[in-house]
């Protein structure tokens, strides 16, 4: 089993930037895609990004592309998600995910996870 845990939210304004990081400990997450999901209260949690095992494919959400950009560091254990060009829509809380192995690419739906961190929130202030 991973375990997951987000750190890096916070209180910005409009056209800042954030990075978000993601540690993962019980068990290496090499083999596996990770990705960010969001929610916000009232709404399911939505697909933000998600990155290939050796980090070598990614993909985002159409209304992230340019902005927000997923990484990770297999040997530490860590995913981040560079969040630039903030807008007060991106208010949410950012989860980090641990994906089952599989064939299907992107992997962008909420099944296809395996192991969630408890969530950082961002909060953009207009």
């Known amino acids: 089993q991973v375990q997951l845990v987000e750190s890096g939210g916070g209180l910005v304004q409009a056209g800042d930037s954030l990075t978000l990081s993601c540690v993962a400990s019980?068990?290496?997450?090499?083999?596996?895609?990770m990705a960010w999901f969001r929610q916000v209260p009232g709404k399911s949690r939505a697909f933000v990004a998600t990155?290939?095992?050796?980090?070598?494919?990614?993909y985002s959400v159409d209304s992230v592309k340019g902005r927000f950009t997923i990484s990770r560091d297999n040997p530490k254990n860590l995913v981040y998600l560079k969040l630039d060009g903030l807008k007060p829509e991106d208010t949410a809380v950012y989860y980090c995910?641990?994906?089952?192995?599989?064939?299907?690419?992107?992997?962008?739906?909420?099944?296809?996870?395996?192991?969630w961190g408890q969530g950082t929130q961002v909060t953009v202030s207009s």
């Open positions: 995910a641990c994906g089952f192995l599989g064939k299907v690419w992107p992997p962008t739906d909420v099944s296809q996870y395996m192991s």
């Open positions: 990155v290939s095992w050796a980090g070598g494919y990614t």
């Open positions: 019980g068990r290496a997450i090499i083999m596996y895609p």
